[in-house]
């Protein structure tokens, strides 16, 4: 009997791989991709971007330009997650299986946080385009959806994880439905909500270039114009903000994680 | 007037099987009485019947003269207030200092806006300095309670049922989880509860032997029913075997201690 556990372990780890092979040659035969040409390219791409897509002493000239524009999207993801962490963060009671008031309006809201978090932000950039053309407001409410969907199911998470304990020895006391979710479920799952927040916070700088590209504001738009110019030094030099303007938000929402977790 | 009466208490979970079956007893003030059996016999379910934790399926259950069944919810959290509750899992939030959580017990006495805001008047921070004085956690009162030891965070949780000024206490396995050290003090705390305040204490224990130590009188429970309701010296070897079934027939038990009073 023991044998056949090892035979059938191995048969299925085959089968696997064998699955995965027919998935990955099938792909490359329907999408006529070239595999030897797929790698080349990416020396090929490579070579073009050294000899390109670098900042240079000319493109310098662009800063004042690119630096408002860094901040207005740096201020947009900030606003835009801290807004829907408040949402969030009734939908995510409202919806845990330890706080929710009753079934219903635990399914609603559950709901609510799938329908935005499967709805992609590019989608929700271009819908939202329609209805309020080119400016600030159509990246900031992509942003919002996007992040109110995720942040309502992370904090949803946190909140189960907390668990039922503590509600369960509050309730003993007496104490009513506000007094457990502000003196037990806030206070206990508060941290792993902010740094849910922060992690937010770093995306959406991230994603909000994106949005901006395709609704012509922030520094995505101004990433957008010069490449369009072929100024592709000043194109890398936005790039290279970006970057630096996201790793710093990373140390100092790690820092902000080490002193309150 | 007894303070505690249960007349044909039944609980069913599902259909089929009570987990508790017309169960009956009632309990004096200032009386230290110990509930036994094996797991899943209900002793849990019987000691939440009483403040309402699980909502019992007939029967009457009258607590200081008010019969609880018919309670609105109002009435029940001024009732719950009367009656402490210590647990296994001491269900305390660990990221709260000694004295919050403490204070927590006094929350069903508050209005909502009050217990969200935690106000605590300066008599209530008296009484709660002096009860975790004599639980000897003095040294802890600022220290947050992920940091303390299994015996220190279960003698919180006695602080936490002590300050609602209670007439009850219960206590669901409050030692399964403690070195014997920590046990021996945890038990000689509610015994001290029972005499010293007059509280009636209501422990489900595990151990015979700790339960004929300090109990004033036994309750034996197995599969949903009262097989035992006694003092600890009429208990008898033939008797525990009947509590436990057969399980108890290779494990002898020390029968020489026993509580005086």
Redesign the interface.
Known sequence: MRDDIFTKRRNDNLRFFLVLIILTVGSIIITNYDVIKGFSSIAKALIWGGSNFYPDVKSLRILPEILPKLQETILMSIAATTVASVFALFLSLAGSKTTRLNRIFSIISRGIASLFRNIPLVAWAMVLMLAFSQSPLTGYLALFFASLGFLTRAFMETIDEVGN??I?????????Y??II???VL??SM?QMISWLLFMIETNIRDATLVGVLTGTGIGFSFDLYYKRFDYHAASLVVVFIVITVIFIEFVSNNIRRVIL | MALLELKNVTKYYNQTIPALEDVSFSVDEGEFVSIIGPSGAGKSTLLRCI?R?VEASSGEISVDGVISSSLTKKK??????K???I?Q????????TVIENVL???????S?LA????RYSQEEKNQAFQIIKILGLEEQVYKRCDQLSGGQKQRV?IA??LI?NPKII?CDEPIASLDPNAAKLIMDHLRNISTEMGITVIVNLHQVEIALKYSDRIIGVNKGKVVFDGLPCDLTAAQIQAIYGSESEDVSFDLGERHAG
Do not use: C, W
């Not at chain 2, 899992?89 to 709260?96: A, G, K, P, S, T």
């Open positions: 304990n503590s369960e020895a509050l309730q003993a006391t007496g104490a009513n506000f007094h502000f003196q037990a206070p206990a941290p | 403040n934790m029940l959290r001024a009732l719950r207030t009656i402490g509750m647990f899992h001491y269900n305390l939030v660990d990221r709260l927590h017990g006094r929350l069903g006495y508050k909502t217990g969200i805001l935690g949780g936490r049922a609602q219960l």
